[in-house]
């Protein structure tokens, strides 16, 4: 009796176990299996280009198991045509309204970590390359991405004189299909990478328009909107001696005659504008981290800067 309850365990436990799913592509794969391949990435997340297979699953997923999914044109910029390739996924981001997934592609000893973006759907909407072992410079790159997503990429060197230098770009994907910079932090050429106010020239003659300042390099200005209870701002800021800093371009709209509030659809950043006297508060109510650095925030006081005017001229 016991012999023949152990063999009916051993029959149910095999008839239970998971169905291995093909992932060469030659059979029609279920979504829901071929996406269980994908394990939820642990974020934050951080890979350098020296280990970028660090995480990848020794799982290999062929081309043609990812064009039952995926268009031709989403692999066409980054695989040339019979090109022997491997694919090993390295996770997946699950958002309200997309999902975001990452894997290796690996070319002989060419790595790239690569992210497409799908719909609440499972349609593709758009990919990037984030990272990759091959650029043949001095500079060493990371990949950083947080819960937003925002996806971090940084390259760094160490100059002659023993000082870093460094670019970081942080991308997001937006409501319009594609990936954009939302934030750039560089300290390798002051000319190239000035701030450069991109309202500075439009008109500036409702009530609050004008150029607020702390300093040089943290700074707020307001320009005319399409009406007196709309504005287009510009924030730049560095804080912790220019080592996090913020910037953003938007439109604030008031919702009393002193306060207006800056949100926009698709984006969790919202900041509350008050205006007192010569001064403007800013208080970050909203998650503003495509904006600005980790440990900084759009929360500051700023005052309104004395327009010069032109001396008239006394007629004798």
Not at 79 to 98: A, D, M, S, Y
């Amino acid at each position: 009796m016991k012999l023949s309850c152990i063999f009916l365990m051993l029959i149910i436990l095999i008839g239970c176990k998971p169905k291995k799913v093909d992932l060469s592509g030659e059979t029609k794969i279920d979504q829901k299996d071929f996406l269980s391949i994908f394990k939820p990435l642990p974020l934050p997340y951080f890979v350098a280009d020296t280990n970028i297979d660090k995480n990848a699953d020794t799982i290999s997923i062929g081309l043609k198991a990812f064009e039952q999914f995926f268009p031709d044109s989403a692999f066409s910029t980054y695989i040339k045509k019979n090109q022997l390739f491997k694919i090993h996924p390295v996770g997946i981001i699950n958002k309200t309204k997309e999902k975001y997934l990452l894997f290796v592609l690996t070319e002989k000893k060419k790595k790239r970590l690569m992210v497409f973006v799908m719909n609440e759907k499972n349609q593709y909407l758009a990919g990037k390359e984030l990272l990759n072992n091959f650029n043949n410079t001095d500079y060493h790159y990371t990949i950083n991405i947080n819960k937003e997503p925002t996806f971090l990429l940084s390259q760094e060197k160490i100059n002659k004189d023993n000082s870093l230098l460094f670019t970081r770009e942080g991308w997001i994907y937006n409501d319009v299909g594609i990936f954009m910079v939302v934030t750039k932090d560089s300290n390798e050429d002051p000319a190239k990478t000035a701030v450069i106010n991109p309202i500075d020239t439009l008109a500036a003659l409702n009530k609050f328009s004008g150029n607020f300042y702390k300093d040089k390099n943290n700074y707020l200005s307001v320009r005319d909107g399409k009406n007196a209870s709309h504005y287009i701002f510009f924030i730049h800021f560095e804080k912790n001696n220019g080592t996090c800093t913020g910037e953003l371009k938007g439109e604030l709209k008031l919702n009393t005659p002193k306060t207006g509030v800056f949100t926009q659809n698709g984006d969790p950043c919202i900041i509350d504008f008050n205006f007192a006297g010569n001064t403007v508060q800013l208080k970050e109510q909203g998650s503003c981290g495509n904006h600005r650095g980790i440990k900084c925030f759009f929360d500051d006081t700023y005052t309104r800067k004395k327009e010069i005017k032109p001396k008239k001229l006394v007629k004798r």
